[in-house]
């Protein structure tokens, strides 16, 4: 197997079908959760990532804990994004108790960086997650519809439930405003005016200030 570089952001090799994981996950309920279902390797010094899907693209993963104790995450995210190695895709804890830090990781993952970002109830649902990545990759790399390029938009299931998450923004609402706006650059910057044209006064309002807060 590859090592890291001292940044730790790759290349590892990842056999087909397989998931390299950070050492610190062994026993846990996430990786408990694909045992049986993928071919799951433990290796140390992997940090910052989680867990490795294939050569070119990861996982980060935050808990509920790394929520409420700060914004120590910030760090290891930048780290991923800024490796040229690297497509990372975060998925977040969102509980009762995260609940209310979860906006701010939201806005700094997918406005500031641009990365993919996905909330999960618990690891038991991010084990699932992975395991449709790996199944995904199994099929077809090329056509994996959960990774893209840096700079391309997010691929529409991450992009979609990121939109939702929007105060006033259901399914129908994020699906008519990616139809109008695709990527969440677009979104972000469009006028309130334009907004109101797909999704009335109220929502358009919330949803500019959703993003004009941000910044």
């Given at each position: 197997?590859?090592?890291?570089?001292?940044?730790?952001?790759?290349?590892?090799?990842?056999?087909?079908g397989?998931?390299?994981?950070?050492?610190?996950?062994?026993?846990?309920?996430?990786?408990?959760?694909?045992?049986?279902?993928?071919?799951?390797?433990?290796?140390?010094?992997?940090?910052?990532?989680?867990?490795?899907?294939s050569v070119?693209?990861?996982?980060?993963?935050?808990t509920?804990?790394?929520?409420?104790?700060?914004?120590?995450?910030?760090?290891?995210?930048?780290r991923?994004?800024?490796?040229?190695?690297?497509?990372?895709?975060?998925?977040?804890?969102?509980?009762?108790?995260?609940?209310q830090?979860?906006?701010?990781?939201q806005?700094?993952?997918?406005?500031?960086?641009g990365?993919?970002?996905?909330?999960?109830?618990?690891?038991?649902?991010?084990?699932?997650?992975?395991?449709?990545?790996v199944?995904?990759?199994?099929?077809?790399?090329?056509?994996?519809?959960?990774?893209?390029?840096?700079?391309?938009?997010?691929?529409?299931p991450?992009?979609l439930?990121?939109?939702q998450q929007i105060?006033?923004?259901?399914?129908?609402k994020?699906?008519?405003?990616?139809q109008?706006?695709p990527?969440?650059?677009?979104l972000?910057n469009?006028?309130?005016?334009?907004?109101?044209?797909?999704?009335?006064?109220?929502?358009?309002?919330?949803?500019?200030?959703?993003?004009?807060?941000?910044?």
């Amino acid at each position: 197997m590859d090592r890291n570089p001292p940044d730790g952001t790759g290349p590892v090799h990842v056999p087909l079908g397989h998931v390299v994981a950070n050492e610190k996950w062994r026993g846990s309920q996430l990786a408990q959760g694909m045992q049986g279902k993928i071919k799951l390797v433990f290796e140390d010094g992997l940090a910052p990532v989680d867990f490795y899907l294939s050569v070119r693209s990861c996982i980060l993963y935050i808990t509920e804990a790394d929520l409420v104790a700060g914004n120590s995450y910030r760090k290891r995210l930048v780290r991923v994004r800024n490796s040229s190695n690297l497509q990372g895709i975060v998925l977040v804890e969102k509980t009762p108790t995260s609940e209310q830090y979860f906006p701010a990781i939201q806005k700094f993952t997918v406005l500031d960086l641009g990365m993919a970002l996905l909330p999960v109830a618990s690891q038991i649902e991010a084990s699932c997650i992975i395991i449709q990545l790996v199944q995904e990759q199994t099929k077809e790399p090329s056509k994996n519809p959960f990774l893209r390029k840096k700079q391309a938009q997010l691929s529409e299931p991450f992009l979609l439930r990121t939109v939702q998450q929007i105060p006033g923004v259901g399914k129908v609402k994020a699906s008519l405003l990616l139809q109008k706006f695709p990527s969440i650059q677009q979104l972000s910057n469009t006028s309130i005016q334009e907004l109101e044209q797909v999704v009335g006064q109220a929502a358009a309002q919330q949803i500019h200030a959703f993003f004009t807060q941000s910044r």
